[in-house]
């Protein structure tokens, strides 16, 4: 059995009851930016995304995992692969971690490493990649400091009211 834990998290699979918690991270507009939504995310629509999270990473192109709390069970977050192409050894990844007194704790971290480590020992994949906001500090320390290198700069590719904001694109080559 695949154990994706630290001594502080652990990463498990969506579950029928992690449709709150979803809904507020889609719906929380702060965190928009991040992931690209315009648009909020009904009930009825998490809930056929839940229905659908049986799907492993290779007919769903995607995995989702809720990173928690191993003191309390706590839902801490959520860390993805995506854009999962098993033929050329890639996937994205990206991580969110809800509430923003636990940001800057360590539980970002824990979870990348977690995902590093499986994608490359389970999945056998050759790199990782992110797109980060060129801003977005705390996201650029934590994958630099896993070894993701700088491989571009998207400039002015994202809207965020009336601005226009580059975004940088990191790989991780195993």
Not at 143 to 168: C, H, L, M, S
């Amino acid at each position: 059995m695949i154990r994706l834990e630290t001594a502080e998290i652990y990463l498990r699979a969506l579950e029928p009851e992690d449709l709150e918690f979803i809904y507020q991270i889609e719906n929380d507009v702060s965190l928009w930016e991040v992931s690209n939504t315009q648009t909020p995310y009904s009930r009825f629509l998490i809930h056929q995304y839940l229905e659908n999270a049986h799907q492993d990473i290779y007919e769903a192109k995607q995995l989702r995992l809720v990173i928690c709390s191993k003191e309390t069970n706590e839902t801490l977050g959520l860390i993805d692969l995506f854009d999962f192409d098993p033929k050329n050894g890639r996937a994205g990844v990206g991580i969110v971690i809800q509430d923003q007194s636990n940001r800057a704790q360590g539980i970002g971290s824990q979870a990348l490493e977690l995902v590093i480590n499986y994608s490359r020992e389970f999945l056998f994949l050759n790199q990782l990649y992110a797109n980060i906001a060129a801003d977005n500090q705390a996201s650029i320390q934590l994958f630099e400091k896993y070894n993701f290198r700088t491989i571009g700069v998207k400039k002015a590719w994202t809207r965020v009211g009336q601005e226009y904001k580059d975004e940088i694109m990191y790989q991780l080559i195993f």
